[in-house]
């Protein structure tokens, strides 16, 4: 049976976009309006001296992924450069698999048979779960589980629970390696009267240990066309002196954290309320900025979901026009590229994709990530919202090529 642009289609967009509710919130997915913006005084990320401690002195070479890993049908794989399968992992009772509910634990090598992950399941009693060498075991149980994020390669991960006491939403930020995660006590806790809870980021690994964790805030079980996670303001909590860090203002919604933690691309609406915001990177220790003008487009969405290459040469990201929930659906996805001189070099509209994927019509297209600077892996959804393909971008020749099926969960490396 195809999926229509229907409430059934609107339940996996929300869990795909970063589990924004529980199913005890899912009636609230259909009937709730979009959340009204805040009015704020500020949209700029505080003026004072950002601390010298979060951003590393000596930043060593970036490490490159090997694959990508992706879930189809249950099973997740993993994917070489060249679209050879290289291992296979049952995950059990995965719903909506996506980076906000899976991480894999380990690097990866030629020849290994086993790829350890962590994922979140419903329908194991609502359980952070383990698969280690085909068994899968329990880690902990939480029926307000909202999110995750892990260090690359790393068995350390942030996660954050979110519920309703007292008329207030109450948040819980937790770090931890996979061994006292169980155990783990929150690092940081919030109640909001206004229903925006904590979300994960990133999180800084040092010793197998985590020593810092990124995090921002979303609205809880909202409802509407949404297209972008909706996000407002970013924090770097240091775990070793419990110092807070507040780097962008409530106006700002921040899509993505280069990996050697310098730059950090984000949106602002101005405090317009529209959630509509032009891309922008900013440098966190020295405050240089570059913005990129929205493409002109008839009900432009705004812009979002973007990655930085490895070596911060250039940044990905994808903007939105027209709407998903209409009678006739008109919503377009473009995939754009700039420098980091503020200069857009290549743009891809969706039915670019469309002959690459094989899929008989795109609904959208987004940025995942790069296997290198000149190399960006873009995911295309057909109609059916989990079918999906993977399409590297040759930056330089401007090429695409197929590489993957399936729905991207994150990338492996060596």
């Given at each position: 049976m195809?999926?229509?642009?229907?409430?059934?289609?609107?339940?996996?967009?929300?869990?795909?976009?970063?589990?924004?509710?529980?199913?005890?919130?899912?009636?609230?997915?259909?009937?709730?309006?979009?959340?009204?913006?805040?009015?704020?005084?500020?949209?700029?990320?505080?003026?004072?001296?950002?601390?010298?401690?979060?951003?590393?002195?000596?930043?060593?070479?970036?490490?490159?992924?090997?694959?990508?890993l992706?879930?189809?049908?249950?099973?997740?794989s993993?994917?070489?450069?060249?679209?050879?399968?290289?291992?296979?992992?049952?995950?059990?009772?995965?719903?909506?698999?996506?980076?906000?509910?899976?991480?894999?634990?380990?690097?990866?090598?030629?020849?290994?048979?086993?790829?350890?992950?962590v994922?979140?399941?419903?329908?194991?009693?609502?359980?952070?779960?383990?698969?280690?060498?085909?068994?899968?075991?329990?880690l902990?149980?939480?029926?307000?589980?909202?999110?995750?994020?892990?260090a690359?390669?790393?068995?350390?991960?942030?996660?954050?629970?979110?519920?309703?006491?007292?008329?207030?939403?109450?948040?819980?930020?937790?770090?931890?390696?996979?061994?006292?995660?169980?155990?783990?006590?929150?690092?940081?806790?919030?109640?909001?009267?206004?229903?925006?809870?904590?979300?994960?980021?990133?999180?800084?690994?040092?010793?197998?240990?985590?020593v810092?964790?990124?995090?921002?805030?979303?609205?809880?079980?909202?409802?509407?066309?949404?297209?972008?996670?909706?996000?407002?303001?970013?924090?770097?909590?240091?775990?070793?002196?419990?110092?807070?860090?507040?780097?962008?203002?409530?106006?700002?919604?921040?899509?993505?954290?280069?990996?050697?933690?310098k730059w950090?691309?984000?949106?602002?609406?101005?405090?317009?309320?529209?959630?509509i915001?032009?891309?922008?990177?900013?440098?966190?220790?020295?405050?240089e900025?570059?913005?990129?003008?929205?493409?002109?487009?008839?009900?432009?969405?705004?812009?979002?979901?973007?990655?930085?290459?490895?070596?911060?040469?250039?940044?990905?990201?994808?903007?939105?026009?027209?709407?998903?929930?209409?009678?006739?659906?008109n919503?377009?996805?473009?995939?754009?590229?700039?420098?980091?001189?503020?200069?857009?070099?290549?743009?891809?509209?969706?039915?670019?994709?469309?002959?690459?994927?094989?899929?008989?019509?795109?609904?959208?297209?987004?940025?995942?990530?790069?296997?290198?600077?000149?190399?960006?892996?873009?995911?295309?959804?057909?109609?059916?919202?989990?079918?999906?393909?993977l399409?590297?971008?040759?930056?330089?020749?401007?090429?695409?090529?197929?590489?993957?099926?399936?729905?991207?969960?994150?990338?492996?490396?060596?």
């Amino acid at each position: 049976m195809k999926i229509k642009k229907s409430k059934a289609k609107l339940v996996k967009y929300y869990f795909s976009i970063a589990l924004l509710t529980l199913f005890t919130f899912a009636c609230s997915l259909f009937s709730s309006p979009p959340i009204e913006s805040t009015p704020t005084t500020s949209g700029e990320p505080p003026q004072e001296e950002i601390p010298a401690e979060i951003i590393p002195t000596e930043t060593p070479a970036p490490v490159l992924p090997i694959g990508v890993l992706t879930v189809k049908d249950g099973v997740l794989s993993l994917f070489d450069r060249e679209g050879y399968t290289l291992v296979q992992v049952n995950a059990a009772g995965l719903d909506y698999a996506n980076e906000s509910n899976v991480h894999i634990l380990e690097t990866f090598s030629q020849g290994d048979t086993n790829l350890p992950i962590v994922y979140f399941s419903f329908e194991q009693n609502n359980s952070l779960l383990l698969n280690n060498k085909g068994q899968i075991s329990t880690l902990l149980s939480n029926p307000n589980f909202s999110g995750l994020v892990g260090a690359p390669g790393k068995a350390v991960i942030a996660y954050t629970t979110t519920e309703y006491l007292n008329d207030a939403l109450v948040s819980n930020l937790y770090a931890a390696n996979i061994q006292s995660l169980p155990t783990a006590a929150p690092v940081f806790s919030e109640n909001n009267a206004e229903g925006w809870g904590l979300v994960a980021l990133a999180v800084d690994v040092e010793d197998s240990q985590p020593v810092g964790v990124w995090y921002s805030k979303r609205p809880w079980g909202i409802g509407g066309d949404i297209v972008f996670d909706p996000r407002r303001t970013l924090f770097r909590l240091d775990l070793r002196s419990g110092q807070n860090t507040q780097l962008l203002g409530v106006e700002a919604n921040p899509s993505a954290i280069s990996a050697d933690k310098k730059w950090v691309a984000y949106t602002n609406d101005q405090g317009t309320g529209t959630g509509i915001g032009v891309m922008t990177i900013r440098n966190i220790s020295t405050g240089e900025n570059f913005t990129y003008p929205l493409q002109s487009a008839v009900n432009q969405r705004g812009a979002g979901a973007a990655s930085f290459s490895p070596n911060n040469q250039y940044i990905a990201w994808m903007e939105g026009s027209g709407w998903q929930m209409a009678e006739e659906p008109n919503f377009h996805s473009v995939v754009r590229i700039g420098d980091f001189a503020g200069n857009v070099v290549a743009e891809f509209a969706d039915a670019a994709f469309l002959e690459t994927s094989g899929l008989s019509s795109i609904q959208r297209v987004e940025p995942v990530g790069w296997l290198d600077d000149n190399t960006l892996v873009v995911m295309a959804r057909g109609e059916h919202w989990d079918d999906a393909r993977l399409i590297m971008v040759e930056l330089p020749s401007q090429t695409l090529s197929f590489l993957a099926r399936g729905v991207f969960v994150g990338f492996v490396y060596p």
